[in-house]
């Protein structure tokens, strides 16, 4: 694909923390055509994100605001990600109800669609690293061993990687 159709701002990644839960994207289109774009999650559960698709004509722009979800933990390894997806719009004028169920049928895997992808970090207080061991953050659910039995109890993904 030559033309490019949008600018993410800010590119790279996105840094939470538990004081600032939230950051805010800016999405550009630089093209002369109007284009769709969904904002997907690498992750179930993690991420709100508001709003999640949407249409842009020529030089127009929106704003995006990424929350993470209270008490998500985040990857060290850089695993969670917000990928923004986009492409020519099928037709000109688009009204939010044709935008969504557009992107609920078309797969987001076809190579004429632009991806932009950014990594999300998590720092705590101090400005460490999110990660902490249990013992550490005083869960007492995991120190007494509540959950290490049950299998059908959602436990913290650090636990399954």
């Known amino acids: 694909m030559s033309e490019k159709f949008l600018e993410v701002s800010p590119h790279g990644t996105l840094t939470f923390c538990k ?7 800016t ?11 969904k904002v997907q999650t690498t992750v179930y559960g993690k991420f709100s994100v508001r ?4 249409m842009l004509k020529p030089n127009e722009h929106s704003h995006v605001l990424i929350t993470m979800c209270k008490d998500a933990e985040l990857s060290k390894k850089g ?15 688009v009204d939010f109800d044709m935008t969504s169920a557009f992107w609920r049928r078309n797969i ?6 632009e991806k932009h992808q950014l990594t999300c970090q998590q720092m705590d207080g101090a400005g460490e690293g999110g990660d902490r061991d249990p013992e550490e953050q005083g ?9 290490s039995s049950l299998s059908s109890v ?8």
């Open 19 to 25: 004081s600032n839960n939230s950051q805010e994207i």
């Open 27 to 37: 999405i550009r289109n630089v093209s002369e055509k109007s284009v769709t774009y």
């Open 51 to 54: 709003p999640r698709w949407g």
């Open 79 to 93: 695993r969670d990600k917000i990928v923004v997806v986009c492409m020519a719009a099928p037709i000109n004028a």
């Open 108 to 113: 987001c895997y076809d190579p004429n669609i």
């Open 139 to 147: 869960d007492l659910r995991t120190r007494r061993g509540i959950f």
């Open 154 to 161: 959602r436990t913290p993904s650090k636990y399954w990687r």
